[in-house]
Nanobody, 123 residues
Framework: QVQLVESGGGLVQAGGSLRLSCAASGRTFSNYAMAWFRQSPRNEREFVAVISLTGARTVYVDSVKGRFTISRDNAKNTVDLQMNSLKPEDTAVYYC????????????????WGQGTQVTVSS
């Protein structure tokens, strides 16, 4: 198991930026693909982005392409999500998740989750 703690959420106006960070502890961080998901009150948990074990490959949901960037630092055991040009529809609780395999968009493929951080984008 790897323990995950998110930070960096908050309230921002539409068009603004936020940077989320997820700190990992426990098992070897570089053995896990890392992803960000989000969930708003009326929606199921939605895949946002995933990054491979080395950071060489990334995948994004279409709605955030060109606006969000996922990155990781295996020396610091962190994965970040830089969010630019935020929109009200980006409002959600954002979760960091870890999987021993890369490429999955389905939440049930991830067995390690953080507690989430709230992102609210006002119009």
């Amino acid at each position: 198991q790897v323990q995950l703690v998110e930070s960096g959420g908050g309230l921002v106006q539409a068009g603004g930026s936020l940077r989320l960070s997820c700190a990992a502890s426990g098992r070897t961080f570089s053995n896990y693909a890392m992803a960000w998901f989000r969930q708003s009150p009326r929606n199921e948990r939605e895949f946002v982005a995933v990054i491979s074990l080395t950071g060489a490959r990334t995948v994004y949901v279409d709605s955030v392409k060109g606006r969000f960037t996922i990155s990781r630092d295996n020396a610091k055991n962190t994965v970040d999500l830089q969010m630019n040009s935020l929109k009200p529809e980006d409002t959600a609780v954002y979760y960091c998740a870890a999987s021993p395999s890369y490429g999955y968009r389905a939440a049930d493929k991830y067995n390690n989750w953080g507690q989430g951080t709230q992102v609210t984008v006002s119009s």
